[in-house]
């Protein structure tokens, strides 16, 4: 109602208005008219008309026509536009801009009451010019933002560090996290081949095990940025990996990661990248070549465009180095990208490219060395290798990107220091505890053995420091496993193993090493049989390493995998054919239901039959009866026992090998005669001990023995009968049909004569008497 009644009081003002100006119009003069005209505007809309460009009356008058609209063309719009103050415009726009409390075509209260004085009025306009004062925002600190703030100078930064007294605070914390950031990103963004040397020593100055997330994380970034520096970013991280091992495990972790990202979603550029700097890693001996071969199967299982794109960019940077190290696994590698380019299923343009590979491989990788030119920066016993698969769960460690409030900062940093201090002044072997002591935080476990060789270094005395981490023995096993996978023949191999010189003390782990390798083989290698027999004729220690292994492998055959067990059975029949190793060996087998288990079963009998297969049954027949080695062979030829005989005459049999069981089944068969004896020979001693506690005096003794006698005569005599018995039935039978052969024989002869009676009687006369004479004479 209220808006109602304001609209019409507006409306009936403005009827007055406009009637007051057109009756004035006619009758006076255009000054006059003008005149009422300001009059009855309101000295707002005075103002607002004022603000205009500052017209005079003359203009006002000469701009406005009689029917009061404007007709202003619109360039000198735009030139009044210009020439408008800003601050004024900005005053109109919110002087003209309605209350809160009043709406769209309504006035205010004030107008409709009509109670506002010029006072009130003047009052408004200097608070509408006056512009608003703005709240200040809350001041953020920014060290304690999320993402480190804006720019803070070093110098302010370290002003600001000395202030705070408290050196564990969170402030101090966090303040030296941004530091340790900026540090670690801006020294590997300056990284290159002529500086590598001096950045290192600046990079080690920082607490990197601290930052050793932020430090994986810009090596990442810096090398997805620019693949052209992957080989200097590689050099750094094998010499950060040489001193922390686990930096060097991270980062290889993260690019595993990233690798396998980039391959489920089909991002080329992400695999490109990440292949390109684990095969850098390969070059420098960080990373295991098992990996580059796994991601080159993974690639090439199901080849596309960009897969095989990616495989070739990958054998570019590390070709050359798995052809020194794995030339078997390369040439599996090229023989697939032949068959690739002979299904002709992908473009030509990748055709051209595997083409292309094959000749950068004929001309032996010159323009891709394995490592650079002013790289080559860690010598190779130095260098740890990860042993990482492709397939395996890995934690990222994301967490160790962020800040994180450590309650041991300060000791912290001071085992750093210590390591710092030995890494960068090459102290002598005596600070090696201060590094494992320091280095415990960072994940080593050696912590109580250096600082037990510490404090002993400090007492002045000598003391040993056992290794219990076994890091020189994972050494020399990678070291053969390396050199059996570089040789071609096993009489490289052998030759290369020799020379290394290793202690005496690390025979039998060789033997069990190539053991080991040769389990791991999807298939049986002829390769691992000869090299272990030329060991074997090489030294005496080797063949009595082997005998050892032998009888601890079937000891513990039942943890062994069905295709490992294989491998090793087929391993030690061939060192048993060659005659590597004696066949004495073949002690521990005890062949019988309770001494076996399905484990040891199947190693027998893949065992016996590779023996059958090298040597043929007879042969192996033949040794096995040999007289000398017998009392070997009673556990796995049992004759104590016929049911342990029936288990190993039907084991034999059903692996196809019951030609070794002759003298089984002879056995079998007297020993029920060899029992029965045995048992006579029992109870006639039992007999004559029973006679002769009878005539000691005992007549209760002497009825039971009697009574016993009796009982076993009677038992005997019953068997003889029945024997008897039986023979005498068969030879009534025989008899029987001997009778029954007789009379068919003579039934057969009658018949016959009858025959020839008849024949005799339908003959002729003449002839008949002839015959009757002929044979009355030869009866005569």
Known sequence: MKSSVAQMRSSSSYDKRDSRYSDRQGSSSPEDRYRDRERSLSPRDRDYYDRRGGYSDRDRYDDWPRNGRSD?????????????????????????????????????????????????????????????????????????????????????????????????????????????????????????????????????????????????????????????????????????NS?????????????????????????????????????????????HEVLALEMLTLLLERPTDDSVEVSIGFLKESGLKLTQVTPRGINAIFERLRNILHESEIDKRVQYMIEVMFAVRKDGFKDHPVI?????????????????????????EDVLNVFKMDPNFLDNEEKYKAIKKEILDEGDSGSEGEDGASGDDSGEDDDEEEGAGEEAGEEGEKMTIHDKTEINLVSFRRTIYLAIQSSLDFEECAHKLIKMDFPDNQTKELCNMILDCCAQQRTYEKFFGLLAGRFCLLRKEYMESFECIFKEQYDTIHRLE????????????????????????????????????????????????????????????????????????????????????????????????????????????????????????????????????????????????????????????????????????????EKSKEKTHKSGSRKEERHKDKQRKDSHEERPSGKSDRNSKHSKSSRR
Not at 138 to 160: H, N, Q, S
Request: aromatic share 6%.
């Open 72 to 240: 202003r063309s619109e360039d000198m719009r735009d030139r009044d536009r210009s020439r408008r103050d800003p601050d004024r415009d900005s005053d109109r726009r919110r002087n003209r801009r309605p209350s809160p409390g009043t709406r769209r075509g309504e006035s205010s209260p004030e107008t409709r009451r009509g109670e506002s004085s010029p006072v009130t009025r003047r009052g408004d306009e200097q608070a509408a010019a006056e512009p608003p004062v703005k709240k200040k925002k809350d001041e953020l600190d920014p060290i304690l933002t999320r993402t480190g703030g804006a720019y803070i100078p070093p110098a302010k930064l370290r002003m600001m560090q000395e202030q705070i007294t408290d050196k564990s605070s969170l402030a101090y914390q966090r303040m030296s996290w941004e530091a340790l950031k900026k540090s670690i990103n801006g020294l590997i963004n300056k990284v290159n081949v002529s500086n590598i040397g001096n950045i290192i020593q600046e990079l080690l100055q920082e607490n990197i095990i601290r930052g050793r997330g932020q430090l994986s994380r810009s090596i990442l970034q810096a090398q997805s940025a620019s693949p052209i520096f992957t080989h200097v970013y590689a050099a750094v991280v094998a010499i950060i």
């Open 243 to 287: 001193k922390f091992p686990q930096i060097g495990e991270l980062i290889l972790k993260r690019l595993i990661l990233n690798f396998r990202k980039g391959y489920r979603r089909n991002d080329k550029q992400l695999c490109l990248t990440s292949s390109k700097f684990v095969g850098h890693l390969i070059n420098q001996n960080v990373a």
């Open 372 to 396: 650079p030119d002013g790289l080559d920066l860690v010598e190779d016993e130095d260098q740890f290798t990860h042993m990482l698969p492709l397939e395996d769960e890995y934690n990222p």
């Open 562 to 733: 069905t295709n490992k067990l294989r491998n090793v059975a087929k391993m030690f029949a061939h060192l048993l054919y060659t005659d590597s190793i004696p066949w004495s060996v073949l002690e521990c087998i005890n062949l019988s239901e309770e001494t076996t288990t399905s484990s040891s079963r199947i190693f027998v009998k893949i065992f016996f039959q590779e023996l059958c297969e090298y040597m043929g049954l007879p042969k192996l027949n033949a040794r096995l009866k040999d007289m000398t080695l017998q009392p070997f062979f009673e556990g796995l030829l049992p004759m104590d026992n016929p049911k342990n005989t029936r288990f190993a005459i039907n084991f034999f049999t059903s692996i196809g090998l019951g030609g070794l069981t002759d003298e089984l089944r002879e056995h079998l068969k007297n020993a029920q005669k060899i029992i029965m004896t045995q048992k006579q020979n029992v109870e006639s001693s039992d007999s004559s001990s029973s006679e002769s506690s009878s005539d000691s005096g005992s007549s209760s003794d002497s009825d039971s023995s009697s009574s016993s006698s009796d009982s076993d005569t009677a038992r005997r005599r019953k068997k003889t009968s029945t024997k008897v018995r039986s023979k005498e039935k068969t030879s009534r039978k």
